[in-house]
């Protein structure tokens, strides 16, 4: 370590310690600090500053340092390290460590702001910073620390931006006061039946309360509750813990879940929970309690107001409440911090709740939360609780069959080859692409721009993208048996439950559009039932006796909604005037009759339409449609020309993006966009 030849050391940028509240350390200094002596000056600086500029932080009133005061060989930090784990720190770093709690403790600021791992770790010891970022902690000399993540961790993950800006808004309000201040909050663990049925009955006499469980190997080891009346407080009630088993006898349990059920089927009583979906299934299943009333989650609610950030609770602890980090505690060995988590669990979400439902109304998207997402949870509980009808016996037969055909398709892809190529493995699919073994399309090479670095690619896309390219008869047939696997390892080998059904679990938060998703259950039985391919596989689901699967499906449901959107009114004509819509549409873009639309005319306008709505460029559009770029940019700009309308509403829409950095849909769902402006 002595050996590294450092460049010069940048210290810190003091301001008038007299009055300094605010301590922000950084990292160690790049290239640009190091030239100009001056921490935080360079690419990480200028989104630090725009940071503090949003939040009201003067950076002139701040004392800015880092963890390490010179540049690293490379800006590789993991040389201050003994090991690759980064977990012992040379002793070069922890002489960084120590002259940075002297500068603290010489500063004592009100607030320290640590910004990323390494400042976290510096000041208070403590490891994961997208855990603890937003907690306010003490360092070991009773400091307040509030970490967050670091300005370059957010150039490199946009996202991150809105996390940082709660932080420094939390920082700024703490620098006003030295002191921890945390709400008391108190919790009951009911060990004894008794302490739990008398708390439960007083909780039947509340209007609206939180529930949480938790769960391991298929039952409910305990529930807690909190309620509206007072906010500050939770109770748990234990069944049971790993080895030391059932905590009560027969006869108290059941008397306990009888309590239970009450309060949570009762119409008269309000519930909050968080992703409340899960709970709600997991108690019908395995207790039989049907939930009722359950009026408001917090997850769906913060998917209302921030369609693309974090959903899980602790992030919304850490935002809209003073509790630190606390969910590293569900692993705890011993009970009682178990069943103390499950209480905070349930205290936490009845105060976000509160403040969630204030927050809704005031943006006035109380009603659309009713409306539009909260209504989905029941049907789509009973969906998920009911599932589908499955066709074992043609099942087994259609494994079979494409079993046989990939297994020929191996083959022949192994003749073509020389060798055996397994489709699955990225490692020698890559080889095999671009290696001068295989086909050696170095040249077309496929890359993929992954946070922060930029890969080689050979998956799917870049597959069929080479395959258009070269018509290469060898990607075809890894084509057709990576779709063969698909289709196997989907649908054929999906496991059913034990009643031979098939079911999912559906995610109301499960796209940052605002459109539900759907995937495996948490049994880890089914599979994503949205988008079960056309042909063969469909078959395989089957009504129950006397019901019919229906089918509906409105032609060109998109392009209509654009045609209102847009105000296109010519487009909108062709769809009131019913009739072969491409064929119209086609007449239009190609100034020809009706009558005399080709065939090929009819399905290049239904292209253009769908590559329109979606703002896709000429490129994507030609490799989509399988036509040159130029052709592909002509045809596009003779659409627009055609409706000029979606142009100008593509337009409308592109700006509002980029003044407001929101969208609201006619509907009234509202999605703040945070990543970097793209097209
Ligand atoms: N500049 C600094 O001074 N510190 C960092 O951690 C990053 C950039």
């Known amino acids: 370590m002595q050996d590294i030849q450092y460049s010069q050391q940048v210290p810190p940028q003091i301001s008038n310690l007299e009055k300094v509240k605010i301590v922000i350390v950084g990292e160690c200094p790049n290239e640009t600090e190091v030239k100009e002596a001056k921490p935080f000056c360079g690419m990480s600086g200028r989104v630090l500053d725009e940071i503090l500029r949003e939040v009201g932080i003067d950076r002139e009133q701040c004392y800015i340092t880092n963890v390490v005061q010179v540049r690293p060989p490379s800006n590789n930090f993991g040389v201050f390290y003994e090991d690759k784990g980064q977990k012992k720190p040379t002793e070069y770093l922890s002489s960084c460590y120590r002259r940075l709690h002297e500068e603290l403790t010489n500063i004592n600021p009100n607030i320290i702001i640590a910004c990323g791992e390494q400042a976290l770790r510096a000041t208070t010891g403590l490891t994961g910073i997208s855990h603890w970022r937003g907690s306010v902690v003490s360092n070991p000399a009773g400091q307040k620390v509030l970490p967050t993540y670091h300005p370059a961790s957010v150039l490199r993950e946009w996202k991150q931006r809105s996390a940082v800006i709660c932080d420094f808004t939390k920082a700024r309000k703490e620098s006003e006061f030295p002191e921890i201040r945390q709400t008391n909050r108190t919790y009951d663990v009911c060990y004894l039946a008794n302490d739990a049925i008398r708390y439960l009955t007083l909780l039947k006499e509340e209007k609206y309360v939180s529930f949480d469980i938790e769960t391991e190997t298929n039952q409910v080891t305990c529930i807690a509750f909190g309620c509206s009346s007072r906010p500050n407080w939770a109770v748990c009630i234990p069944f049971w813990f790993g080895a030391s088993g059932s905590l009560h006898s027969a006869e108290a349990e059941q008397q306990l879940w009888s309590l239970i059920k009450e309060i949570l089927e009762s119409t008269q009583i309000r519930k909050c929970a968080q992703n409340g979906m899960y709970d709600v299934e997991f108690l019908q299943r395995t207790t039989g309690i049907e939930v009722r009333n359950f009026t408001f989650d917090t997850m769906l609610a913060f998917h209302v107001l921030q369609l693309e950030l974090e959903k899980g609770l602790g992030f919304l602890v850490s ?46 998207l109380y009603e659309f939360y009713v409306t539009y997402v909260h209504s989905m949870v029941y049907p789509l509980l009973s969906m998920q609780r009911r599932g589908v009808k499955f066709d074992e016996d043609s099942r087994r037969a259609l494994k079979r069959e494409y079993s046989q055909l990939r297994d020929m398709l191996q083959d022949k892809l192994n003749m073509l080859v020389g060798r055996e190529l397994n489709t699955n493995s990225p490692k020698q699919m890559k080889e095999w692409l671009y290696g001068k073994d295989g086909l050696n399309l170095k040249e077309k090479l496929k890359k993929r721009k992954g946070t922060g670095e930029t890969t080689v690619a050979a998956d799917e896309e870049a597959i069929e993208d080479l395959y258009r390219e070269t018509k290469n008869e060898s990607l075809r047939t890894v084509l057709q048996i990576r779709e063969k696997n698909k289709l196997l390892s989907t649908y054929l080998d999906v496991r059913l439950d034990e009643d031979k059904r098939i079911r999912c679990s559906y995610l109301i938060t499960g796209t940052e559009t605002g459109r539900i998703s759907s995937r495996t259950t948490l049994r880890g039985t089914g599979t994503n039932l949205q988008n079960i391919p056309d042909g063969s596989i469909r078959s395989l689901f089957v009504p129950d006796t006397g019901y019919a699967f229906i089918n509906a499906d409105l032609s060109q449901a998109e392009a209509r909604v654009v045609a209102y959107l847009a105000g296109e009114l010519s487009l909108i004509k062709v769809f009131e005037s019913g009739g072969d819509i491409h064929r119209k549409n086609a007449a239009n873009i190609f100034k020809v009759p009706e009558e005399a639309v080709t065939y090929e005319q009819r399905s290049m306008a239904k292209r253009i339409v769908h590559a329109s709505n979606y703002g896709m460029g000429p490129i994507t559009f030609a490799k989509n449609a399988g036509i040159q770029v130029a052709e592909a940019r002509r045809l596009l700009n003779q659409y627009f020309a055609t409706y000029p309308g979606i142009v100008n509403w593509h337009i409308g829409v592109k700006s509002r993006v980029k003044q407001s950095r929101k969208l609201v849909s006619p509907f009234g769902r509202v999605r703040y966009f945070y990543n970097r402006r793209d097209e």
């Open 319 to 364: 935002i809209y409440t003073d509790q630190p980090y606390y969910k590293h505690l569900i692993k705890a060995p011993d009970m009682d911090t178990y069943f103390r988590y499950n209480a905070t669990d349930a205290c936490l979400t009845m105060e976000i709740a509160l403040k969630l439902e204030r927050e809704l109304h005031d943006e006035k």
